[in-house]
């Protein structure tokens, strides 16, 4: 236990021991008063000494926020600030208005205050102490923790409300700014809790799900299939870090064993990766061969570390298992559309219409004139829209790897009549979804079946449809080469899962790509790259986004952003250009850290399966897709809130799903038919990694002023403010009547 934790573990403690005596003196007025419960709860306040402990360790939060801002602990500092701001802001009112203290509402809030402070200070205390916030903190404190809000959220609220009511009618409160603090704190600061609390709770009640159903979660199942090693013999356990650094340090070992070297003694790498992974993609811009070099090894590492897990618990390396020839097959299956009207051509839902020829084109144009899209993506969708054969896909034949994922180009495929060859996970409820899509339609979905269709019923089929890409993968990559035989395959990774499981899916897409890509002639790979990541971009974008930071930085919120956050927030968007063969490559570091360094090696294995298939003659469509609000997405309220405010930093937009599918689909048609795409590899590049600079749909990502992991917090406190706008204009009315009555003017 080092310093940081002795410091957190005083500074809980002592935080606990103050509001622990808060709450004894104000429990001790409530029970030995006289009058009324509401009387004695007037009198709350005016406990000898307790409004010298309150004011101290309330005040002591205010260490929270410099903890947030330096990295001491991992809540975000904007969020901390607004709800110790409002804490603050209630502690000055009651200590300065008479009016305030002497009523019901201060003993509430003050009350409501010491028992959620106690308990979470203790939890935080153990927390620390005993390395584990969910499963070894006593249950009794982990349920205070996270149930006790339900009560005392509210009744604090109601408490800190009436105090601001009554000080803003109190005319000694403020001095010659009474007319402003009468304003902030009848109106506007009202106006804010009225919006926000619900947001608050609701944003509790998500943590307290969150938390109980990690303490409560079962040991997971015996792993199977594609597998992270056990890292620990003792206690059985496969941690993804461990693996996530040894992949990338070999990959950029194979040209710099320094760097390499630095990644395996990272501490805290959890939050440090993204500096190891720029350095990556720097030594990757010196050379072609630097390139592919890093791609191969990392690859390389990948197939020979990660296991795969046979049903008796024997296991092997991936590459291994992909090397047995397997006995084992699949059944095919096979749906035929029964609709004959088929889409007439390329057609994009947007904002509630469908856009398809020179609307369509016009839309486009408003987009690259804005930076919300590359000029690239643009000229890739009008091309869809002046070829229509690009659309015609009867003798087409498109695998997609995670054929239910909500940003696949499913839809749009069936609509225009393609075959599809799905691969899901073998759950019922899946197939019952994609055969009822595909006999709408007027394509064909071909899947594996575990037994023969034929005699089948309509439920056996749903039954018995589908296959798992860790536990199947050698399987699949089998049926997919007997499959269709002299057809040429379109082969999609959409398959997406959260945390290390996204490594594992990734993995197991690639091992099944790898051998189509080499061994199948005219297969030609598809992915969606995502734009919280490290690309190479053109210079125009470069420019354009510093041009956008000269803008921003002058805007006053952007100034104050910054300085209250010290800079940790809106930081810049662009990196220095790294030098290479050829000339300058320009970066843009789209990461989110909160993203994790398992998210990250999962696009780049897929980043680097696109250019080594490239370099050996395939077709690759990798395109960059915009935010997206796919339903994963905004279930984080969080999340939610941050893609409401982040169009305020031009030239953002947040897509739905229905049109990133269809946009993203166009690009893909482009790719794969036009022969002057940079997917085509008979197109040279002075670096293979500029194979992501072109066709990208990044949704203002690549010129907007700042980067996007620093963006978040402002992004909520805009949506927050944007909503409170009506609300403290009604509000407002009543506070002006308010304030006009303290100052006599009525």
């Known amino acids: 236990m080092g310093p940081k934790d002795m410091y957190l573990i005083l500074y809980n403690a002592f935080c606990c021991a103050g509001w622990a005596l808060v709450l004894k003196m104000a429990v001790s007025t409530v029970i030995s008063g006289e009058g009324s419960l509401w009387e004695s709860l007037a009198s709350v306040y005016s406990t000898e000494g307790l409004a010298t402990f309150l004011t101290y360790s309330q005040s002591a939060a205010l260490l929270e926020i410099i903890h947030a801002a330096v990295g001491l602990v991992r809540s975000p500092v904007v969020v901390t600030a607004l709800q110790v701001g409002s804490r603050i802001a209630a502690l000055w009112a009651v200590n300065e208005s008479e009016d305030a203290q002497n009523q019901w509402g201060a003993g509430v809030m003050i009350i409501s205050w010491a028992l959620v402070e106690v308990f979470r200070y203790m939890f935080y205390a153990f927390a620390i102490v005993t390395g584990d916030s969910t499963k070894k903190t006593p249950y009794v404190l982990f349920w205070a923790r996270y149930s006790l809000f339900a009560v005392l959220y509210p009744t604090g609220i109601t408490g800190e409300l009436t105090v601001f009511f009554k000080a803003a009618a109190d005319p000694s409160v403020g001095g010659l700014l009474g007319g402003a603090v009468a304003f902030v704190y009848g109106t506007l600061l009202p106006a804010i809790y009225f919006v926000g609390s619900p947001g608050m709770i609701m944003n509790m009640v998500g943590n307290r799900k969150s938390a109980f159903k990690k303490r409560f979660a079962r040991p997971p199942p015996p792993p199977r299939g594609i597998s992270f090693p056990i890292d620990d013999k003792e206690k059985g356990t496969r941690g993804s870090t461990p693996v996530n650094k040894e992949i990338l340090a070999a990959a950029v070992g194979a040209v710099n064993p320094e760097k390499a070297e630095a990644i395996r003694k990272a501490k805290g790498y959890r939050f440090t990766y993204t500096k190891h992974l720029i350095a990556l993609v720097e030594e990757q811009c010196k050379s072609p061969e630097n390139a592919l070099k890093i791609a191969q090894a990392g690859l390389d590492k990948a197939y020979e570390i990660f296991e795969f897990v046979a049903p008796d618990g024997s296991a092997v390396s991936l590459k291994e298992a992909m090397a047995v020839k397997n006995t084992e097959k699949f059944d095919t299956g096979f749906i035929k559309g029964e609709a004959t009207e088929k889409a007439g051509g390329l057609e994009i839902p947007y904002k509630g219409e469908i856009l398809k020829g020179d609307a369509l084109k016009a839309q486009v144009k408003k987009w690259v004139d804005y930076g919300t899209i590359e000029p690239t993506a643009g000229e890739a969708i009008i091309g869809c829209v002046d070829n229509p054969k690009w659309c015609e896909l009867s003798d087409r034949y498109f695998v997609l790897l995670g054929a239910g994922s909500a940003m696949g180009p499913l839809h749009?495929?069936?609509?225009?009549?393609?075959?599809?060859?799905?691969?899901?996970?073998?759950?019922?409820?899946?197939?019952?979804?994609?055969?009822?899509?595909?006999?709408?339609?007027?394509?064909?979905?071909?899947?594996?079946?575990?037994?023969?269709?034929?005699?089948?019923?309509?439920?056996?089929?749903?039954?018995?449809?589908?296959?798992?890409?860790?536990?199947?993968?050698?399987?699949?990559?089998?049926?997919?080469?007997?499959?269709?035989?002299?057809?040429?395959?379109?082969?999609?990774?959409?398959?997406?899962?959260?945390?290390?499981?996204?490594?594992?899916?990734?993995?197991?897409?690639?091992?099944?790509?790898?051998?189509?890509?080499?061994?199948?002639?005219?297969?030609?790979?598809?992915?969606?790259?995502?734009?919280?990541?490290?690309?190479?971009?053109?210079?125009?974008?470069?420019?354009?986004?510093?041009?956008?930071?000269?803008?921003?930085?002058?805007?006053?919120?952007?100034?104050?952003?910054?300085?209250?956050?010290?800079g940790k927030l809106l930081k810049k968007n662009m990196r220095k250009p790294a030098a290479g063969e050829g000339g300058d490559y320009y970066l843009v570091n789209g990461i989110s850290v909160a993203q994790g360094p398992n998210y990250i090696l999962a696009k780049r294995m897929q980043h680097w399966r696109a250019i080594i298939a490239r370099s050996k003659g395939c077709i690759v469509s990798t395109n960059i897709a915009p935010a997206t609000s796919t339903q994963s997405v905004v279930q984080n309220r969080t999340f939610a809130w941050a893609y409401e405010g982040m169009p305020y930093f031009t030239p953002y937009e947040i897509f739905a799903p229905e049109t990133s599918n269809a946009v993203m689909t166009a690009i893909l048609f482009s790719d794969i038919n036009d022969p002057k795409s940079v997917g085509n590899p008979k197109n040279k590049l002075n670096n293979p990694n500029q194979l992501f600079s072109y066709g990208s749909f990044h949704g203002g990502n690549w010129r907007c002023a700042y980067m996007v992991d620093s963006i978040g917090e402002t992004s909520v406190l805009l949506y927050f403010s944007r909503v409170a706008g009506p609300y403290v204009a009604v509000v407002g009315v009543a506070g002006a009547a308010v304030v006009a009555k303290v100052l006599g003017y009525v």
């Open 412 to 566: 749009v495929l069936l609509a225009l009549g393609a075959n599809v060859i799905a691969i899901d996970l073998d759950r019922p409820f899946i197939w019952k979804r994609l055969i009822g899509l595909a006999k709408k339609s007027t394509g064909t979905m071909t899947f594996p079946l575990k037994k023969p269709q034929a005699g089948l019923s309509e439920d056996e089929l749903y039954d018995n449809a589908g296959c798992n890409l860790f536990t199947h993968t050698p399987m699949i990559r089998d049926w997919l080469m007997d499959l269709y035989k002299g057809k040429p395959f379109t082969v999609g990774s959409y398959a997406y899962l959260n945390g290390a499981l996204h490594v594992q899916v990734s993995l197991a897409m690639d091992a099944i790509t790898k051998d189509l890509s080499e061994k199948r002639q005219g297969t030609s790979l598809a992915y969606l790259c995502t734009p919280t990541d490290l690309h190479l971009v053109p210079e125009e974008v470069y420019k354009a986004s510093n041009e956008n930071y000269k803008l921003f930085n002058s805007k006053p919120l952007c100034m104050i952003m910054r300085l209250l956050s010290n």
